[in-house]
């Protein structure tokens, strides 16, 4: 923590010439009232700063849960890829009490809620987006490829509120954005049936070959399990026309030549390699459900099996897709034996929603996605 008396031109090796040189202009400063709000305010941001470096410069060893716990402790948002934006200010007393006070700044946070990860909740922004709704396009004298642009634009928008508006009808308590499923975090490679990572695209496919049947038998069986959880509150008129819908890819397994591809482009700098390790999604399928309760029921039993190991869950009913598509995606590990090995692997399951899922097919929301990947090129 940095401590109010601090002094940072005492300690310049540790600081920093440029943090000390920055003190000491606010220090300086002989404004009034309005002066000191300013070296107050500044020199608070100086602190942010260097608890910022202090605490986060050592952690890159730290699992996911810790740095997790570390930006909660220091009032930084738990969202942000990379560097996290400062929520809330935390001061601490002579009796160690801690209180946290929300911090408010143009552009970047207000009220606890971070712009850079909910940039729709940023006054700015909307207006912005309300603008650009009231704009006629047709009598503007534009280039036909902002033109292009423009419309684009907004039906993206339309789209994008139609998929919230559906969410807010299907969901109306927003459990599934609620539900919080715990996950491993961690790196974790494909192994052989020997129990050494892979070494290229063969070990990984003979792999999944073995745990297809396994994967395929332990989502029936969960699924068996939901619908009888649920069918005494079903009548069956109303149930008739709505079973859940397990599906695979039509190779069942991904390509070699695509699974290939993903490893170079997406894996090729990670280590430990091979990159064909990191390919989570050589057996993967889809459940299609009817309603937010039965995808809930769902993840209360892949939680509770002692079979399954949660590698990864995102929730993107919290953290929709840029277009506003919403469903859930895991990575589990799934363990079954092969003669005298114990042998496990890595599989994608995604849930959607039907109702979503039905929309997102009649309003093209991949469209956007492929579009504006021209012009925004590199991004993630």
Known sequence: ????????????EERGSFISSKTSKVRSLKLGSS??????????????????????STTSELSYAEKRSMRK?????????GRPVLLYRIQKNC???????????????ANGICFLCHPEKDPNVKGILDEIDRVDIDKLELHPDAVEYLETLQSYLSC??????????????????????????LPRQQLSKNGEPVQNLVELCEVAELKLPVFCAKMEELLQQVASERENKLDESSAAGKAIQFK?????????????????????KKE????ESWLYDIVRGSILFTSAEELLDFLELVRKDPSINIIKSKNRFKN???????DWNLHLRLTCIDGSNVVSHICELQLHHQAIKEADERLGCHKFHEFFRRYYAGSK
């Open 1 to 12: 923590m940095i401590r109010r008396g601090f002094k940072s031109k005492k300690n310049p």
């Open 248 to 268: 695979l890819p039509p190779s069942k397994l991904k390509g070699k030549v695509r699974a290939s591809e993903k490893a170079n482009d997406n894996y090729a």
């Open 95 to 109: 009796q160690s009490f801690r209180r946290k006070k929300a911090r408010s700044k143009d552009g970047e946070c």
């Open 272 to 275: 430990p390699g091979p990159p």
């Open 73 to 81: 402790k220091l009032g930084y948002c738990m969202k942000c890829q």
């Open 35 to 56: 002066g000191r709000n300013y070296a107050a305010s500044t020199r608070r941001e100086l602190e942010d700063e260097l608890a910022y470096n202090d605490e986060f």
């Open 320 to 326: 929709p897709t840029l277009s506003g598509y919403r």
């Open 160 to 185: 994008f509120d139609q998929l919230g508006d559906l969410y807010d009808t299907i969901d109306p308590d927003h459990k599934l954005a609620k539900y919080s499923m715990p996950d491993i975090r």
